[in-house]
Nanobody, 127 residues
Framework: QVQLVESGGGLVQAGGSLRLSCAASGRTFSNYNMGWFRQAPGKEREFVAAISRSGGNTYYADSVKGRFTISRDNAKNTVYLQMNTLKVEETAVYYC????????????????????WGQGTQVTVSS
């Protein structure tokens, strides 16, 4: 089992920045690719970004490329999501997730590739 706990959410104005963290415990963190997803009210959970086990490779949804950065610190068992130039429509609950295996690419967008999920942290972007 891997337990994931997100933090860092909050209220920010449009154009602002937030940094989310996801702390992992349980099984060896560095054995898992990590991903971030988000779910807005009334919408399906959507993929945001993913990172490989070593942190050397990343993959982003087109909508966040150039504005969001995913990173990880395996010594701290933590994955981060730096979000810049936030938009009102990006208001959502943000979730981190862990996936066994080494694949990182388009299929990383699929929710069922992930084995463990956190409880989520609310991000609200005001106009």
């Amino acid at each position: 089992q891997v337990q994931l706990v997100e933090s860092g959410g909050g209220l920010v104005q449009a154009g602002g920045s937030l940094r989310l963290s996801c702390a992992a415990s349980g099984r060896t963190f560095s054995n898992y690719n990590m991903g971030w997803f988000r779910q807005a009210p009334g919408k399906e959970r959507e993929f945001v970004a993913a990172i490989s086990r070593s942190g050397g490779n990343t993959y982003y949804a087109d909508s966040v490329k150039g504005r969001f950065t995913i990173s990880r610190d395996n010594a701290k068992n933590t994955v981060y999501l730096q979000m810049n130039t936030l938009k009102v429509e990006e208001t959502a609950v943000y979730y981190c997730a862990a996936a066994a295996g080494t694949y990182l690419g388009r299929r990383s967008e699929e929710r069922d590739r992930y084995d463990y999920w956190g409880q989520g942290t609310q991000v609200t972007v005001s106009s």
